[in-house]
């Protein structure tokens, strides 16, 4: 397999990669911020850019680094008639050269560092290695022939294991000159103290309805506006968790457990039989987890709905207020659905650990359905 037909680990299925991306929707305040201290002149060599999956924070990266490498230092350009104005945004011309070089992964003054390929195992590793990181010498080392402005984007952060970590902290601690260093994170609690303290955050949050919309039709989803209300409902505000569902068709199977639960407290249980069925054999892993999530996000929604007394403001599928408002029609009945969803969540892990067969780990989770309804 060519290096260009290797899977990319930061690249969602069926979505355009990040450098690829031209917009960032929803996130004007963290593009603000970064703006802000840029023209300061005073800027941070280390940054994270936090927030749930999907929202752009990815994107957001290959942004600011396509703007560091292309706009002049403010620092530099106070001349005989002032520094220029500051700039009002992160765009850079989509013809400029080096956004070529981006998208090509072949800017020299740019370094990627995330999952690697395993030869041996012919699959991407599960963490970033401290061998990955070491790369980054002799990036330095290259890139500083030219004087000019270094990035290092590592995606996930998350995802460096221990002896990564603390090779990139001592990174922070002793940045080499002219060099941003832009670190997406998922759930930042899982780095080290240290890394957090030596980093500046960005913190990227979920998208509403109107900009989901917008960021799916530039991925190439074109989705009417109801839809993309549900779409962020379910996902989230998460663009990549969206594409997800709208790939697997995760709309009708949220509206077929919607459609099921009304059916309690008897439940339906040769349709559920049915659900469960349909994520069994090699190839429906996918499904499963799909499933699973959209089983877990309708208790969520129960169980909030029994605690605020309240139903969805927004629907996700037909009827879905008018249902949850049944079966959730109290505080009390709200926390059994959250104890429930916790239990579900600790048997599915179980049974996925132990190999047990889908169809039997969804219909047993269903029918537990009876007990709080």
């Not at 201290?37 to 680094?65: C, D, M, N, Q, Y």
């Not at 069994?280 to 208790?299: C, P």
Request: net charge neutral.
């Amino acid at each position: 397999m060519s290096a260009e037909d290797l899977p990319e680990a930061d690249r969602v299925d069926g979505a355009p990669h990040p450098r690829d991306t031209a917009r960032v929707f929803g996130q004007a305040r963290a593009e603000a911020d970064f703006l802000a201290a840029f023209a300061s002149g005073r800027l941070h060599h280390g940054w994270l850019l936090s927030g749930p999956r999907g929202v752009g924070k990815a994107t957001l990266a290959w942004r600011i680094a396509a703007f560091l490498l292309t706009a002049p230092d403010p620092a530099e350009e106070d001349g005989l008639f002032g520094a220029p104005p500051p700039p009002a945004s992160l765009d850079v011309a989509p013809d400029h050269p080096v956004i070529h070089r981006l998208r090509a992964l072949s800017e020299p003054r740019l370094h990627l560092l995330r999952r690697g390929w395993d030869d041996k195992t012919k699959r991407l590793r599960g963490v970033i290695t401290v061998e990955e990181v070491r790369a980054l010498k002799r990036f330095f080392t290259l890139s500083a022939t030219d004087g000019g402005r270094r990035v290092v984007i590592v995606d996930a952060a998350d995802e460096m294991n221990p002896n990564a970590a603390n090779a990139i902290l001592k990174l922070l601690e002793e940045p080499p000159a002219r060099t941003t260093l832009l670190m997406v994170s998922h759930q930042p609690s899982r780095l080290l103290p240290t890394i957090r303290s030596r980093c500046r955050e960005l913190r990227l949050m979920p998208l509403a309805a109107a900009e989901m919309t917008q960021a799916l039709a530039q991925a190439g989803a074109e989705v009417a506006p109801q839809e993309a209300a549900a779409l962020a409902e379910l996902s989230a505000g998460s663009v990549g968790e969206a594409l997800r569902l709208l790939g697997q068709d995760g709309l009708k199977l949220y509206a077929d457990l919607v459609a099921l639960a009304d059916s309690l407290p008897r439940l339906d249980r040769q349709k559920a039989m049915a659900l469960g069925e349909a994520t069994a054999g090699r190839g429906n892993e996918a499904r499963l987890d799909q499933l699973l999530t959209l089983t877990d996000r309708l208790m969520a929604r129960l169980a909030r709905t029994g605690v605020t007394g309240a139903g969805p403001q927004v629907e996700a599928a037909p009827r879905e207020a008018e249902i949850l408002r049944r079966l959730a029609p109290s505080a009390a009945a709200g926390r059994a659905w959250a104890q429930l969803a916790q239990e579900a969540g600790e048997r599915a892990r179980h049974a996925r650990a132990v190999n047990v067969d889908p169809a039997a780990l969804v219909l047993d989770l269903l029918l537990q359905w009876r007990k709080p309804a």
